[in-house]
Nanobody
Framework: QVQLVESGGGLVQTGGSLRLSCTAS????????MGWYRQAPGKQRELVATITTGRSTTYAESVKGRFTISRDNAENTVDLQMNSLKPDDTAVYYC??????????????WGQGTQVTVSS
């Protein structure tokens, strides 16, 4: 019953910036991590960055120093500021929420994805 909606993808030149945003429906409860994953054609989906309810962050080594993840717990949103973009960043970016409700039930939701293309 939770829906994640991504926005902000597009086409940018090498060295440029984009900001991705994800908004979740208002039914997120308990401890969780919101994050971004990406999948390029012919490659596995990989973690880009995550941020917990307490705002602890994790980044893929390939994006450290270039990407910044943030969240607004009250609004159930998570953003990804992407700077110094490279062609290798080209992928479909997916928003994710993973966590546990107060009753112990696990949940794992995914958005539909937004395309990011970085030209050489």
């Amino acid at each position: 019953q939770v829906q994640l909606v991504e926005s902000g993808g597009g086409l940018v030149q090498t060295g440029g910036s984009l900001r991705l945003s994800c908004t979740a429906s208002g039914s997120i409860f308990g401890d969780n991590a919101m994050g971004w994953y990406r999948q390029a054609p012919g490659k596995q989906r990989e973690l880009v960055a995550t941020i917990t309810t307490g705002r602890s962050t994790t980044y893929a080594e390939s994006v450290k120093g270039r990407f910044t993840i943030s969240r607004d717990n009250a609004e159930n949103t998570v953003d990804l500021q992407m700077n110094s973009l490279k062609p290798d960043d080209t992928a479909v970016y997916y928003c994710n929420v993973f966590g546990w409700a107060a009753n112990g039930d696990e949940y794992d939701y995914w958005g539909q994805g937004t395309q990011v293309t970085v030209s050489s």
